[in-house]
């Protein structure tokens, strides 16, 4: 059974700083795009960052120049290094993966279960 687990959020200050960490475990064959969304309350669910297999990230407009994803492909683990946070960023973070279970499969998109990143004085 495949699981997407997200660690690394907490309550933060304005201009504080977090890691967000999320960890592809199970049987799988491949991991493809890796993605960062985002939901506030009462708001729909966004997207904020997209990582390629070869690292390359691209970011919602409103968090570039103050977040920045990355991607360890031998653990099968995809980052974001939150920094300059501000009280809008508060939201649940979830992390999306392409991922194919075997060579003969085809590719599904998987979610984590969210963490709380809340950016308040």
């Known amino acids: 059974q495949v699981q997407l687990v997200e660690s690394g959020g907490g309550l933060v200050q304005p201009g504080g700083s977090l890691r967000l960490s999320c960890v592809v475990s199970?049987?799988?064959?491949?991991?493809?795009?890796m993605d960062w969304y985002r939901q506030a309350p009462g708001k729909r669910r966004e997207l904020v960052a997209s990582?390629?297999?070869?690292?390359?990230?691209n970011y919602v407009l409103s968090v570039k120049g103050r977040f920045t994803g990355a991607r360890d492909n031998a653990k099968n683990t995809v980052y974001l290094q939150m920094n300059s946070l501000k009280p809008e960023d508060t939201a649940v973070y979830y992390c999306n993966a392409e991922i194919q279970l075997s060579s003969g499969s085809g590719v599904n998109n998987y979610w984590g279960q969210g963490t709380q990143v809340t950016v308040s004085s």
């Open positions: 990582i390629t297999t070869e690292g390359m990230a």
């Open positions: 199970g049987s799988i064959f491949r991991v493809y795009a």
